[in-house]
């Protein structure tokens, strides 16, 4: 006596019953991933370097005299940010109801800037000053973007003239083994050195390795560029001989007329 055939309700039913653990497998899957949250900011201080006083040089009818001038003037490409992290780990709900969690006296991790308030963190690359701009897709999370935002389109943005000495490729000048530690970003991993990045400055007045790192990323489903400050746990002395978890730059236009101010957004992806 041959099985009884399985009726077309019961066929529907079943596929409609897998259709739905695979979604929600699927759901599982992508919910592993931990990325970087919103961060709570707070302005401590804001401020600039001052004009230093004018030197005088006695001038006198009929003679010609050599001079040798020095002088600071303020860049008019970039912001710095610097400061200290505090926050904790949790385990909470989608509503914030929090089952538990384990605060941070010495976070290590990473705080990321922004100009773009939503950011693909699971798309997230290192940036490539190459790329060809075309914004065609198909690039590999965790890896270099290869069509996105490239060098010359983002100092465009910022009215950065390719031999401005405070450009974006004279700033993040390093790369490769030595430079950078190796960390994580919504469990994509970034090798030592694989983004280019560079050191801000700290109480020796130049940058030191494993102080003060900053990577350059992108992430190419909102053609976003993200500043990547690497938190120092414990803090490390600042430029200005003071301890901070961070220090970091990012870019805005002032230049010519632009007074105006852009907004950047702040997030933290503590360990």
């Known amino acids: 006596m041959g099985e009884k055939p399985i009726s077309w309700d019961l066929a529907r039913k079943l596929g409609l019953a897998f259709a739905f653990a695979a979604l929600l497998l699927a759901q599982l899957y992508f919910a592993l991933a931990i990325e970087p949250s919103g961060a709570s900011v707070s302005v401590v201080r804001s401020e600039r370097a001052p004009a230093d006083s004018a030197g005088s040089v006695p001038a006198q009818a009929g003679n010609v005299t050599e001079l040798n001038i020095f002088g600071y003037s303020v860049t008019q490409a970039w ?14 709900d989608a509503t914030g109801n929090v089952l538990y969690n384990w605060s941070l006296a010495n976070p290590a991790g990473e705080v990321y800037a922004s100009t773009n308030s939503s950011i693909s963190w699971t798309n997230i690359q290192c940036f490539n000053f190459t790329a060809d701009g075309t914004y065609t897709g198909s690039e590999t999370p965790g890896a270099t973007n290869l069509h996105g935002t490239n060098l010359s389109q983002l100092e465009s943005q910022f009215n950065i003239a390719p031999d401005d000495v405070d450009g974006v490729d004279e700033t993040f000048t390093l790369l490769g083994a030595g430079t950078h530690d190796l ?35 992108y992430e190419p489903t909102t053609a976003s560029v993200v500043f990547a400050a690497l938190l120092e746990p414990g803090s490390v002395q600042g430029f200005d001989s003071n301890d901070y978890d961070f220090e970091m730059l990012v870019l805005e236009d002032g230049h010519a007329t632009d007074t105006s101010t852009t907004s950047y957004y702040f997030y933290v992806e503590l360990e």
């Open 79 to 92: 912001q710095g940010y610097f400061g200290n992290v505090t926050g904790t780990i949790e385990l909470a």
């Open 183 to 217: 960390f994580y970003t919504a469990n994509l991993e970034f090798a030592e050195g694989e983004c280019p990045n560079t050191r801000v400055y700290s109480a020796s007045g130049t940058g030191v390795p494993n102080q003060f790192e900053e990577a350059l990323m």
